[in-house]
């Protein structure tokens, strides 16, 4: 039994066409994780009334890494909201502008607000289950106010 001389030939050319539908679909896999859902809002319940910010909602520990000022969106605020309590310290290493911190409870109750600068670390001394991170000058943050994503 004698073997098609095209064969191989037509082996080659097979693996070839699956390497490159291959390879265009990570550069379109690629070109979409590069441009970010559009922003949610965020409303902060205060004493002068209720604030709208541009925010994100962040739920991942990978989002978590990254905080308002490394980011290079036009965000006002970013919500973190953790599944369990934590009382893990805060950092603004790396952030190119000062921003304000409130830490929240389950119901978004503002519990403790702090303001820092870049490069601060600031250890909460409460557990708490969320976290605002607001731009620093746009809204007044107290206790007792209250966020809603």
């Known amino acids: 039994m004698e073997r098609n001389p095209l064969f191989p030939l037509v082996g080659f050319a097979l693996l070839i066409v699956l ?3 291959s ?3 990570y550069l379109l896999a ?3 994780l590069q441009t970010p859902p559009p ?3 965020v409303t902060v319940l205060t004493q002068e009334g ?4 541009k925010a994100r909602v962040i739920r991942s520990p990978e989002g978590q890494a990254r905080g308002l000022g490394v980011r290079r969106e036009e965000l006002e605020a970013l919500l973190y909201l953790f599944p ?3 009382d893990r310290s805060f950092t603004a290493e790396g952030y190119r502008f000062p921003v304000v ?3 929240l409870d389950a119901q978004g109750q503002v519990l403790r607000v702090a303001r820092l600068e870049p490069g601060e670390r600031l250890s909460p001394g409460t557990a708490y289950r969320g976290l605002l991170e607001v731009r620093e000058g746009l809204l ?3 206790p007792g106010d209250r966020v809603v994503p």
């Open 19 to 21: 390497s490159l539908l």
């Open 23 to 25: 390879f265009t679909g």
């Open 30 to 32: 690629a070109r979409r």
């Open 39 to 41: 922003p949610q809002t």
């Open 50 to 53: 209720p604030h709208t910010l």
């Open 84 to 86: 369990q309590a934590t």
């Open 101 to 103: 911190v409130a830490f």
């Open 140 to 142: 007044e943050l107290r």
